[in-house]
Each structure stands twice: as structure tokens, then as C-alpha cells.
């Protein structure tokens, strides 16, 4: 910016040519920074007569052009890009696809996808042909843009992680800036708030260090909503007013109402009404004006909520009604609305309009989870919506429906996961139904305890042959707080049960203590956590009396993500075939995975109990993935891993058993994403693995990595673990598994009667730490 206008002041007075070429480029750069204002009024003067038809006259309109896109000017814009475009035209100049790529910027402002798509396209295909690698970026993410635009957030990261490839290549730190910025912006809407924080900081770095003061403050504020969304007030509103007293002295008046709406939201949610009011009031206003557009429905919505505060129920409901019938409001926006007058009705005692506009609300998120085909992005959308079947459910609890509440959350649950086995219900009336939880506790001769961890509180119900009951629980952040604080204790080198800390039993008090009288000692029970439970191995619970004891002496347990997944399980018999599929005691790939000691011991002790006509082994250099993905692990009844596994929890779909390399090449992770693509019908997957349980729980989902990508291959149950396993220890407990199992026993019996063996013994595998990793989970 200095040379630029240092050079346009020498020449301004001796050539009047050159001095308007340094003019437009500081133009440029003021517009690159957000100064959208000062680059205007830097243009306003036409170019001399001797400019008239050249480059340096179209630049200066496409720079006019985008100044006005971002002022959100739009006719303004049209006629100066209709200018660019023709002034392009008449000299065959090299510019006509970066003013391709204004034309593109001010359809994509004004909402029109197809015609913004189609110039982004048009200037791509110039800048490779041309090898153009800015251009080339420039095109990428905003085709990325387009895909935002329409609610295409899965295709978007993928346009953006392309972008930001070649970006790094060509060294164009600009370019990785707003690939990651707006690849922050999407994984925030699918609700992937750990890695939306991630890249959001990088993209926050970049700009800051590169004076792109505009740019910095956007990320800062879609750090401060991430931050929001995750209930880290505290957070959200330092970050958020750190963006707000930048973008004051700013023109993108945008970025201050979005800045301006998330302070709104967090004064809310901690009940500062006046100051929430009064941002609201300050966003409305600018909007009100004509300065900005974007921001206008989140602002309507805040001002609806105040006014369902004040008890001004009309108002609110007008007000929100507004936002719904706006056929130009985003889906999120949308979803948002309905929840929230769905609120204002059942404040006013309106139950039955109230209910009706929680089921539009939830058919929103349903259908628009539905447009969201990638996987890893699938698993985390929910994260986002999570609350609006909270405030379902408790709006339903409140009016004593005990069942429809167990039916709204179970809703919640049918993810990914009953998706790909066919059995989600697409909508209310669908999981109404087939919804029949003491039937199904009936045919599995189980009693069913199903947790929900709300926000503000949770919920246990108790799902037996002759009733549904409900019992009240702390919310999330108390619990969360109990189980983290418990499993620092079963990591460590003690054994809970044989210390005097008071405090131990206490989970055992909340969680399982208010049905304790209904389950019977030697019961089968399935368990359907939430949120941090699925981390937790119920199985360690200390049952307070005079005789403490872990929880497993009394009951056989299975976790499962659902009742919908449990209902289409008709039978859980053991195979007729029992064959097995054995990978394992492989070569170390590097110095990260060492060779497992005892792997070699394990698999001895499991093939023995198949007959060599009904077993199939890789090991050693031969198990490899492509060798796995070759063997048709479909027709086994029965697949055992004993490798090293890694858990990603940025990337749940990366998580990946540890196998040996094949031979032309540094490939040796078996990826859950990988396993997905192969359709299995087995009877058992045991994955004797650290981690293999994952270590990220998602809303409607629970823990997501190997066990939940075996599930969703189709096995029927998986055995995972929760935290790193004892390479001593499981030869010992897997023998026993699978004695359990050739005499008959179910998968949960045999796991419980195994785990029984060490903890009953006078070794130190008798602590938690040893036999306590492995869980059960149910598929179909």
C-alpha cells in the first residue's frame, strides 16, 4: 500500500497515465483491506480521455463493481462490472477473467447461484488453460462459495480443501486464508465445532499478519458464534467483542451485525436482557438503513425472543413468523425460527400449535441433514441442532408425555448409523409408528436405560417389559464433570474400588441408583448413553453398600447408539457357519507402532477354537489393507484384529487399524472410511486395539471410529475399546472370550464372564484399567 501510493502522488502531477495506474492499484488494496468507502472515492473521478478504452478503465469499474458488491450496492455494482465486462471485451484484455470472477462475486451476493456458478466455472477453466494459478484459487473457492450459497456444505470443504492444496503450492498465503476461513464457516454448520475452531485460528493468523483487517475480523466473529455454540460464553464474547471494536471502523457493516447478533445471543443465554436489547437494537438499525442484508434474519430472531422474554407473545410471534415465510432465509435460520416459536406457543400454554411447530422445526433439520451426503460431515450435523430436540423434549416431559419424549430423542439418535441399514424413520409420524420400546425390551429379554444430557437438564429412561419409567438427571456440564473426574481414576495406577474416596460411588448414585430397585441382580441390560457417557464403561460403576462392588458383578451389559438399530435386530442367535477372519501379529510399519509382543500368543489362542477348514489368517508382512480389502470379510461370522489402532478425533473417519505395508507402497492404515466400503454380515467383530471405540462422541451418533464404522459396514456386534489396552492382559481375556463363545454363550455373556476372570483374580489385571477397555456395542 505505501509503494502504491507513494508512486501514484510522484507521478500525479508529471504523468497522468501512470499516476492512475498506481490509483487503481491502491484502490485495489484498500478493497482487498475492506475499506470499501476510501477505494470509491479514491475511483470516483472518470480516467483521462487517453484511458478511456484501455485496461487501467476497466479495472477501475470491476474494482467500483466489487467495492459496491460488498456495500451490498447491487444495481451500483451491475453497471460497473456491465462496464468492466464490455471494456474487456473491446480490447481482448487479459482482465476479462478476473472481471469474469467480479461477475461471478456480485451473482453470488445477490443470491444467484446458477449464473455465479457458471461465470467461477468460465474463469476456472481460463486460468488452467492458461496456468493462471492465482486465478485458478480465486475460481476454486469461489465455486466453494457457490456450494455454500446453496447449502451444498459438504461439497463446499471439498471445493475449499482443493483451493487450499494449490494455494500452499503456489505459496499464495491470502489464498490459504480464505480456504480456511471458509472451510471454518461450513464445518460450523455441520456442526463440527472442533475443527471449525481450528482452521478459523489459522485464516485469523494469516489475515492478521497480512494486514487484511475485513478478512480478520469475519473469522473472529464466526470464532466468537463457534465458540457460542459450544456454550463457551466467556469465550464467544471476548472474541466477539475484540471483532466488534474492529469492524467499527470498518464499511463491511455485515460483519458488525453478525458480530452485534452473536453478543445478542450470549446476553441472552446469560439473561443480561438490556444488554442483549440494546445490540439488537444496534444491528436492526444498520439494517434498517440499507447497510446490510445479510445479517437480517438472526437479528429478527434475536428480536423475537426478547419480545417472547417481555411476555409480548403477539409480537414475538409475529416477528418470527416473518423469518419463516422468508423463502430467501437459510435452512439453519430457518430450523431456528420454528424452534423458537414453537417456544413462544408453549410459553402461552398453546400445546398443540406448539407441538405442531416443533415437529416443522425437527423436519427442517431432517431434511436438510438429508442434502448432506459425506459422511464425516453427516456424523457431526446434528451438533449444531442438538438443542431444538432439547427444548422438544422438555416441552413434551413438561406435559407428562413420558413416551413421546423417549420418541423425540430417539428420533435424535437415528443418525448415520440406522441410515445406512435402512431403518431411520424419515419423520415423526414414521418413528410413531413402529415405536414400541417395551415390546422391544420383551424380545431381547433386556431392560433398556436410555440417557439424554440436556443443556439445562437430563433425563433416564427405564424401559422394561411392563413400563416406560423416567427419572431426572443433572445436566450435561454436572455429569460430564463426574465422569471425566472417574476416568482419570481408572486410567491411573489405583484401583477405585479398593480406595476410601467418598466420591467414587457417586456416578453409580446418579446415573443407575433411580432405577436401581427395577433391575434384578443378574439382569440383562442395554444401555443407550449420550454426549459423554459413551466414553464411560458403566460395567466400573461402584455400587455403594457394605459390600462396594463394580456394577458388572450384577448385570451382563451392550451399549447401543439407538432403539431404531436395536428394533431391527430379529434375532441375535449365534451363526450356524462359524467361520473367522483373523489379522494380526503384523510387521511394524515405523518406530510409531512397535511389534506387539503378545500378538503372536492371541492369535494362537483364538484359532484354536476354529477348525483350520473355517479360518482364514493374515499376518505377519501378508495383512495388509489392500490384503484385507482383497479377502471378502462379508463372508465371515466372526473377525478378530490384534494390531495396534489409532482414534483420530478431528477425523473420526481416520481412525485406522495398524497393519503391515504393502509392498510398493507406504500404505498400512486400514481406514474406517476404507471399512465402511466393505458390506459385512459377521456375527462379531473384535477390534483388540487401542482406542478402538473412538474418542469423539457426536449429538445422535455417540463415539465415532472403528466400532461405529464396523456397525455401519453391518456387523451385527462389535467389541471396541475405550482407551489403550494392555498387550499382557488381552491374550488372557480374548481366550476366554471366545471359550465363552464356542460353548454357546452370547457375545455380552462371554465378554462379562472374561472380564469376571481377571477381575476375580490375584493379579493386577483384577483393576478396571485391564479388563474394563472393551466394550460391547449392538449393531443390527
Known amino acids: 500500500m505505501r509503494n502504491a501510493d507513494a508512486a501514484y502522488r510522484r507521478f500525479d502531477s508529471k504523468d497522468t497515465d501512470t499516476a ?390 430417539d428420533l435424535a439418535r437415528a443418525g448415520t448409523l440406522d441410515e445406512s441399514l435402512g431403518t431411520a424413520p424419515k419423520s415423526i409420524s414414521a418413528a410413531s409408528a413402529r415405536f414400541r420400546p417395551q415390546d422391544l425390551s420383551r424380545r431381547l429379554h433386556a431392560f433398556l436405560l436410555y440417557y439424554w444430557l440436556g443443556r439445562d437438564r437430563g433425563y433416564l429412561w427405564l424401559v422394561t417389559p411392563s413400563k416406560v419409567g423416567v427419572f431426572p438427571l443433572p445436566p450435561e456440564g454436572q455429569v460430564d464433570a463426574l465422569v471425566n473426574s472417574y476416568k482419570d481414576a481408572l486410567l491411573g495406577s489405583r484401583d477405585p474400588l479398593e480406595t476410601s474416596n467418598a466420591d467414587e460411588p457417586k456416578l453409580y448414585q446418579v446415573l443407575v441408583e433411580p432405577a436401581e430397585k427395577f433391575v434384578p441382580r443378574g439382569a440383562r441390560v442395554i444401555l443407550l448413553p449420550d454426549g459423554g457417557l459413551y466414553g464411560l464403561n458403566f460395567e466400573t460403576l461402584i455400587v455403594p453398600g457394605p459390600k462396594p462392588h463394580y456394577w458388572i458383578e450384577d448385570v451382563t451389559l451392550t451399549t447401543a447408539n439407538s432403539l431404531t438399530v436395536l428394533s431391527s435386530a430379529s434375532s441375535r442367535s449365534a451363526p450356524k457357519m462359524r467361520n473367522l477372519f483373523l489379522v494380526g501379529d503384523t510387521v511394524s510399519p515405523n518406530a510409531d507402532f512397535p511389534a506387539l509382543p503378545q500378538a503372536f500368543a492371541e492369535m494362537q489362542n483364538i484359532e484354536k477354537y476354529f477348525p483350520p477348514s473355517r479360518r482364514e489368517i493374515l499376518s505377519g508382512g501378508d495383512a495388509t489393507p489392500a490384503a484385507y480389502l482383497r479377502s471378502k470379510p462379508g463372508q465371515f461370522a466372526f473377525l478378530h484384529f490384534v494390531t495396534h489402532g489409532t482414534a483420530s478425533r478431528a477425523q473420526p473417519l481416520e481412525s485406522a487399524v495398524i497393519l503391515s505395508k504393502d509392498k510398493d507402497e507406504d500404505s498400512y492404515k486400514l481406514y474406517a472410511r476404507d471399512i465402511l466400503k466393505r458390506r459385512l454380515s459377521a456375527y462379531l467383530v473384535t477390534i483388540s486395539a487401542c482406542n478402538g471405540a473412538g474418542t469423539r462422541a457426536y449429538s445422535g451418533e455417540g463415539l465415532v471410529g472403528l466400532s461405529w464404522a464396523f456397525l455401519r459396514a453391518g456387523a451385527h456386534n462389535v467389541i471396541g475399546a475405550l482407551w489403550e489396552v494392555s498387550d499382557n492382559s488381552t491374550p488372557q481375556l480374548m481366550d476366554k472370550l471366545y471359550d465363552g463363545l464356542s460353548h454357546g454363550e452370547d457375545p455380552a455373556s462371554a465378554l462379562r464372564a472374561a472380564k469376571l476372570s481377571l477381575l476375580h483374580s490375584d493379579s493386577v489385571f483384577r483393576k478396571p484399567y485391564y479388563w474394563a477397555p472393551f466394550q460391547l456395542y449392538a449393531g443390527t
Open 20 to 409: 492512475w495506474r498506481f490509483r487503481v492499484e491502491k484502490a485495489h488494496i484498500l478493497l482487498l483491506q475492506g475499506s470499501y468507502t476510501e477505494s470509491l472515492q479514491l475511483l470516483d473521478k472518470d480516467v483521462p480521455a487517453s484511458l478511456a478504452h484501455s485496461e487501467v478503465a476497466a479495472r477501475r469499474s470491476m474494482i467500483r463493481g466489487l467495492d459496491y458488491t460488498f456495500l451490498q450496492r447491487f444495481d451500483a455494482a451491475d453497471m460497473e462490472i456491465k462496464s468492466a465486462e464490455e471494456l474487456a471485451r473491446s480490447n481482448d484484455s487479459a482482465l476479462s477473467a478476473d472481471v469474469a470472477q467480479a461477475r461471478g462475486t456480485l451473482e453470488l451476493s445477490r443470491k444467484r447461484y446458477v449464473d455465479a456458478a457458471g461465470a467461477f466455472r468460465h474463469v476456472l477453466s481460463i486460468a488452467r488453460e492458461q496456468k493462471l494459478g492465482f486465478l485458478e484459487v480465486s475460481a476454486l473457492g469461489s465455486l466453494g462459495n457457490v456450494a455454500m450459497g446453496e447449502e451444498h456444505y459438504d461439497e463446499a470443504i471439498d471445493w475449499y480443501k482443493v483451493a487450499l492444496s494449490r494455494s500452499e503450492t503456489l505459496g499464495t498465503l491470502s489464498s490459504e486464508e480464505l480456504a480456511l476461513g471458509n472451510m471454518g464457516w461450513n464445518y460450523q454448520v455441520v456442526g463440527d465445532f472442533e475443527n471449525a475452531e481450528t482452521v478459523l485460528k489459522q485464516a485469523e493468523r494469516i489475515s492478521g499478519e497480512a494486514g487484511r483487517t475485513g478478512n480478520r475480523i469475519y473469522w473472529l466473529t464466526i470464532l466468537g458464534e463457534v465458540y457460542y455454540q459450544q456454550w463457551r460464553l466467556a469465550d464467544a464474547e471476548a472474541i466477539s467483542k475484540q471483532a466488534l471494536s474492529l469492524a467499527d471502523s470498518m464499511d463491511d457493516k455485515a460483519t458488525v451485525t453478525n458480530c452485534l447478533n452473536t453478543l445478542s445471543e450470549i446476553e441472552l443465554a446469560t439473561g443480561r436482557m438490556d444488554l442483549a436489547e440494546e445490540y439488537n437494537r444496534k444491528a436492526l438499525e444498520i439494517e434498517r438503513a440499507g447497510l446490510d442484508q445479510s445479517g437480517t434474519a438472526l437479528s429478527t430472531i434475536v428480536a423475537g425472543r426478547l419480545e417472547a422474554s417481555k411476555k409480548e407473545y403477539r409480537s414475538a410471534e409475529k416477528t418470527l413468523q416473518a423469518v419463516i415465510r422468508d423463502q430467501s432465509v437459510e435452512t439453519p435460520l430457518r430450523w431456528q425460527a420454528q424452534a423458537r416459536l414453537a417456544r413462544v406457543y408453549a410459553d402461552e400454554g398453546l400445546s398443540a400449535k406448539a407441538e405442531a411447530q416443533f415437529q416443522r422445526a425437527i423436519s427442517t433439520i431432517v431434511t436438510a441433514r438429508a442434502g448432506v451426503h459425506r459422511d464425516e460431515f453427516r456424523v457431526s450435523f446434528l451438533t449444531s441442532a442438538i438443542e431444538f430436540y432439547d427444548d422438544y423434549i422438555g416441552f413434551l416431559m413438561a406435559q407428562g408425555r413420558t413416551l413421546d419424549a423417549l420418541r423425540a430423542a
